[in-house]
C-alpha cells in the first residue's frame, strides 16, 4: 500500500515537474492548493532560488504559507487582477477537461484565480481522468445560515437535473464541520455519475444559500498527466 502511494506521488511530481517548463520569467502565476499543486509550488520555489523572477498569486491560506517558507514573491488579486497562468490540481478530470475540484477545500478560491488567468493547467496523476464526472463527490461552497434548507434545495435540483447521491456535510476537527478560507461550509455529493456536467452547475447556482461549487467547465486549457508510462498532455477540444 505505501509502495502505490509512494508511486502515485511520483506521478503527481513528474506531472509538476512537466508544468514547470510553462513558467517564463516575469510570469503572474496562480498557485494550486492540494497534494499535486504543492510539488509544482516546490518547483516554483526551486526556480526563485536560481534567480527567476515571477509574481505569483496563491488560492489558499495554505498554500500562502507553502510558498512564502520557499521565498516566492506573493501578491493578491487585488494587486494583481489579472494572471498569464495559473497551475492547479484536480479531484477528476473527463475527456474534455471538464473538472471536479475542491477535495482540499479550496475551490472558491480556486475558480477565482483560474477565471482571472490567461491559461489554466491541470496537473494530476492518471487515477484522476474519468470518462464520466461523478466518481469524486462533488464539493459545494455554501453558507452557515439555512444550512438544512439550503442541502434539501442542493438534492431536489440535483435530481432534476440526474444526479442522485448522499449529501454530507464535510467534518473537520472533533465534532465541529469543516470550514473553508472564507468561513463557509463545504457539502460533499456523492452523486457518482453526473450526465451533464452544464446543466448541474446550472442548477446549483439557482440555490440561493451556494456560494460556489466545485465543478470547473471551461477553464482548462490543458491537463498534465502523471503514469506510469510517462507524462501526456490532454489539450482542450476547443484549443
Same mark, same amino acid.
Given at each position: 500500500?505505501? !509502495?502505490?502511494a509512494? =508511486? ?6 513528474? *506531472? ?16 494550486? $492548493?492540494?497534494? $499535486? ?5 516546490? *518547483?516554483v520555489? &526551486? ?11 496563491? $488560492? ?6 507553502h ?10 488579486? !487585488? ?7 495559473t497551475?492547479?490540481g ?10 471536479? =475540484?475542491?477535495?482540499?477545500?479550496? /475551490?472558491?478560491?480556486?475558480?477565482i @484565480?483560474?477565471?482571472a488567468?490567461?491559461?489554466?493547467? @491541470? ?8 470518462? $464520466? ?13 439555512? /444550512? ?12 432534476? *437535473?440526474?444526479?442522485?447521491?448522499e ?20 457539502? !460533499? ?19 440561493p ?8 467547465? &471551461? ?10 508510462? &510517462?507524462v ?5 477540444p476547443?484549443?
Open positions: 500500500m505505501a !509502495d502505490s509512494a =508511486k502515485v506521488d511520483e506521478f503527481k511530481a513528474n *506531472a509538476a515537474k512537466a508544468a514547470i517548463e510553462l513558467v517564463k520569467p516575469g510570469m503572474r502565476l496562480g498557485l494550486g $492548493t492540494g497534494s $499535486t499543486a504543492y510539488h509544482f509550488v516546490e *518547483a520555489g &526551486g526556480l526563485v532560488r536560481n534567480g527567476l523572477e515571477v509574481i505569483c498569486v496563491p $488560492t489558499s491560506e495554505a498554500t500562502h504559507a510558498a512564502e517558507k520557499l521565498g516566492i514573491p506573493l501578491s493578491s488579486l !487585488d494587486e494583481t487582477p489579472q494572471l498569464d497562468l497551475v492547479d484536480a479531484d477528476e478530470i473527463d475527456d474534455q477537461l471538464r473538472l471536479i =475540484k475542491g477535495g482540499g477545500g479550496a /475551490l472558491l478560491r480556486e475558480k @484565480v483560474a477565471t488567468s490567461d491559461r489554466m493547467v @491541470v496537473i494530476a496523476d492518471d487515477s484522476k481522468v474519468s470518462k $464520466t464526472l461523478g466518481s469524486h463527490p462533488l464539493p459545494i461552497e455554501v453558507v452557515r445560515f439555512g /444550512l438544512r434548507a439550503t442541502m434539501r434545495l442542493i438534492e431536489a435540483l440535483a435530481a432534476e *437535473a440526474g444526479c442522485e447521491g449529501i454530507r456535510l464535510r467534518p473537520g476537527q472533533g465534532d465541529a464541520p469543516y470550514v473553508t478560507d472564507q468561513g463557509n461550509l463545504i457539502v !460533499d455529493c456523492a452523486f457518482h455519475k453526473i450526465p451533464e456536467p452544464e446543466v448541474l452547475a446550472f442548477a446549483m447556482k439557482r440555490v444559500g451556494v456560494v460556489e461549487h466545485g465543478l470547473f467547465l &471551461g477553464l482548462a486549457d490543458i491537463a498534465i498527466i502523471g503514469g506510469a508510462d &510517462g501526456q498532455a490532454i489539450h482542450h476547443g484549443a
